[in-house]
């Protein structure tokens, strides 16, 4: 029986988000480099494997085979197998790879229980000098990943960069309102000291501001 959440592999993540990441709709981490966007994609992903689903993972920054393994444990390469990997080059490819995506979640073996875009922002950064046909473009991006999260009944999650907002002089996350608007849970990453903190900015039924404290670990993330 489909529940209407799938679970990030971590039960103080899956607690945030009042029972895990939401079918039909974006779930957004953002935060700083080495804050542990993609070990929380890579549990997420190993979770959704070992439920007997398979993941469509699309990897804009470079996948780490090693930091698979080490997540997904002895049966790595038999969860593998059902690891979609899409790695595009530059901000065009993003898109016809996600278009791509959708091939997969029609016809796959076994069905796509979760899709993954880490990070949505990495190649957008190198589009910025366009203004708003890049924000027009990545929009598009979103939208294209929300529409196939509600047709095929599945969470996407993704990952985003941050800048500074100095208007606001506060961090945010790349890609403006459209990428906040599009994205119906956003947790906010950040390091503190040896260890992180995971907090809720944005979501339907939870007040913003919950956060937990975690470590990075060998096989993924400990809580504090």
Known sequence: MKTDRVSTGSTAFDDLLG?????????????????GKSTLCLMAAVATLRAGNS????????????RFTQIA????????DRLYLF??????????MIADAEGLLKNGH?????????????LYRTELDLGREAIRKLSHHMIKLLGLAK??????????QIY??????????????ALEHLSKAIIRLEKKDSARRAMLRKHRSR??????????????????
């Open 55 to 66: 993941v469509v993972y699309i990897d804009t920054e470079g996948f780490s085979v090693e």
């Open 19 to 35: 029972g895990g990441l939401e079918r039909r709709a974006i779930t957004q981490i953002y935060g700083e480099p080495a804050s």
């Open 207 to 224: 007040p913003e501001g919950l956060s937990f404290d975690f470590t990075i670990t060998e096989d993924g993330i400990r809580t504090v």
């Open 110 to 122: 076994a069905p796509v229980g979760l899709l993954v875009m880490d990070s949505a922002t990495a």
């Open 73 to 80: 444990g002895e049966n790595a390469g038999t969860l593998a």
């Open 151 to 160: 047709k095929y009944d599945i969470p996407v999650l993704i990952t985003n």
């Open 87 to 96: 790695e595009p080059l530059d901000f065009a490819q993003q898109g016809t």
């Open 164 to 177: 500074m907002d100095v208007e606001r002089d506060r961090v945010a996350g790349l890609g403006g309102t």
